[in-house]
């Protein structure tokens, strides 16, 4: 455990979070004794069922052929990691200052904080924020905690930069997969790394199990940099060549990366 421990901050994109998050939030209070004073919410959020449409919909625009498989996993009967947990349920938010803002557009693409918000989290004594929502930020918001921004990528930036989670890992018949959790820039996915890992997926029959284990094994990686961040003499690492920026597989990868799912599963039902 850290002897200066850090006050932190959470960006949410609503009142909820996913169970993978809560729990690394959770690691991070326990091993190092993280005190979480301020939650800024986007006052877009809902979790209603128009909520869920819409962010649907939204999704369906955005990610393409995917969407149908993205939906199923995600809405129909989401995997325990990804269920979502009201914030209302989590005790250690019980005295927390929660914010509700409307982010901003910002020039050329991404999103900024309005400026009540960057002086409320300056005001909080916020020495780091962990980001699960707002898309991509610019502005101020990066650099007026001490720490900046934290946010988590399920992928080595040095060779998996964008999403979805793991899927390109298992569709190109990767062995190990990285997760990378970086301090933000306005470089999508192009952030200083604080923690890196390298998981083992070799084993593995689908990109559903690949996404698992990359999001059950990055748990304790916020721990790990809230205690590395409260140390004076640590520098994030600098990614010099950045990987390709890979994006939802349009059609005929979405076939091609169900037809291997497929053959995983039936390969894992009959032993083979």
Not at 49 to 74: F, I, K
Not at 122 to 128: I, P, Q
Request: glycine content about 8%.
């Amino acid at each position: 455990m850290t002897t200066n421990a850090l006050t932190v901050g959470l960006l949410l994109d609503g009142p909820v979070m996913r169970r993978w998050a809560v729990d690394a939030v959770e690691r991070a209070i326990e091993r190092e004794n993280v005190h979480v004073s301020t939650v800024i919410l986007s006052a877009d959020g809902r979790t209603d069922s128009v909520g869920t449409l819409r962010r649907y919909a939204t999704s369906a625009l955005d990610t393409g052929a995917w969407a149908p498989v993205l939906a199923a996993h995600q809405l129909v009967n989401p995997p325990t990691y990804l269920e979502p947990v009201s914030i209302d349920d989590l005790p250690w938010l019980d005295d927390a200052e929660r914010v509700a803002i409307h982010p901003e557009p910002a020039d050329g693409f991404g999103q900024r904080l309005p400026a009540s918000a960057i002086d409320r989290i300056d005001a909080a004594g916020v020495d780091v924020l962990f980001r699960r929502g707002f898309g991509i930020l610019k502005g101020d918001v990066l650099t007026t905690p001490p720490h900046g921004v934290l946010s988590y990528h399920h992928g080595d930036v040095r060779e998996y930069r964008g999403r979805p989670p793991g899927v390109w890992e298992f569709a190109n018949g990767e062995r190990t997969a990285g997760v990378t959790l970086q301090r933000l820039t306005e470089t999508l996915d192009g952030g200083e790394i604080v923690v890196e890992k390298r998981v083992d997926i070799d084993d593995l029959a689908t990109w559903q199990a690949v996404e698992r284990r990359l999001f059950e094994r990055s748990t304790d990686m916020l721990a790990t940099a809230c205690e590395r961040l409260a140390e004076p003499s640590f520098e994030p690492t600098t990614v010099e060549a950045l990987g390709e920026l890979y994006t939802c597989p349009g059609p005929i990868a979405t076939t091609r990366i169900e037809l291997k799912n497929a053959i995983g599963r039936m390969g894992r039902r009959f032993g083979t």
